[in-house]
């Protein structure tokens, strides 16, 4: 079974500070999507990276995409209590399989 | 409205009771699958279709069954659930399940086997 390992597993920051949620995999994927998650809801897509290498932005959210395409991070600058929820990351399987994998989750509290 | 709606929400049942959760999304997608989400391990792929009559097995397929007779509805059969199977089930669909796709997901249902 492909693993897709998220770090940190939980996370609690004072409104204002940075961080970094990380995914990481053994696999090789063809493309990775971050998705937020709140209670009672089912999970929302973020973003798509394909490219190895690529980095995107959404405000103060920055996903990249590993050069090798096994990892990926998601960086948020100035975190407000907004930005609290679950965060995981799901990896796309080389084409012709069409499986997602998805991330352990990262459990991020923002503190105002 | 786009949605993917489930049914139901919420379920306690016994062991051994058959039990379908359906799935419908109203945007023409072609692609759907099923999820299972519990603490510590995300979310894991059950089954996914890729079009009608089109289903293959993700990564914990064991004790469930699926199928898709119309593009828009998946349900989720589990013919003799165990108290294994309790978790947190999402159902969701995308255009065509390609790399770069965003899937639509459901709201859950939460399935208590006793």
């Known amino acids: 079974t492909q693993l897709l390992e998220q770090s940190p597993q939980f996370l609690s920051i004072q409104e204002g500070e940075n961080l970094t949620v990380y995914c990481n995999s053994s696999?090789?994927?063809?493309?990775l999507q971050w998705y937020r998650q709140e209670p009672g809801e089912g999970p929302v897509l973020l973003v798509t990276?394909?490219?190895?290498?690529e980095v995107k932005k959404l405000k103060r959210l920055t996903f990249q995409f590993g050069d090798a395409r096994k990892d990926s991070s998601l960086h948020i600058t100035a975190a407000q209590p907004g930005d609290t929820g679950l965060y995981l990351c799901?990896?796309?399987?080389?084409?012709?399989?069409?499986?997602?994998?998805f991330g352990t989750g990262t459990r991020l509290k923002v503190l105002a | 409205e786009a949605q993917v709606t489930q049914n139901p929400r919420y379920l306690i049942t016994v062991t051994g009771k058959k039990l379908t959760v359906t799935c419908s999304q109203n945007m023409n997608h072609e692609y759907m699958s099923w999820y299972r989400q519990d603490p510590g391990l995300g979310l894991r792929q059950i089954y996914y279709?890729?079009?009608?009559?089109?289903?293959d097995k993700g990564d914990v397929p064991e004790g469930y069954k699926v199928s898709r007779k119309e593009k828009r509805n998946f349900p989720l059969i589990l013919e003799s659930p165990s108290p294994n199977q309790t978790s947190l089930y999402f159902c969701a669909s995308s255009f065509t399940g390609a790399r770069g796709q965003p899937q639509h997901f459901g709201d859950g249902t939460r399935l208590s086997i006793l």
């Open positions: 696999s090789v994927f063809s493309s």
């Open positions: 990276v394909v490219t190895g290498g």
């Open positions: 799901a990896g796309v399987l080389p084409s012709g399989t069409y499986k997602y994998i």
């Open positions: 279709s890729m079009n009608v009559e089109v289903t």
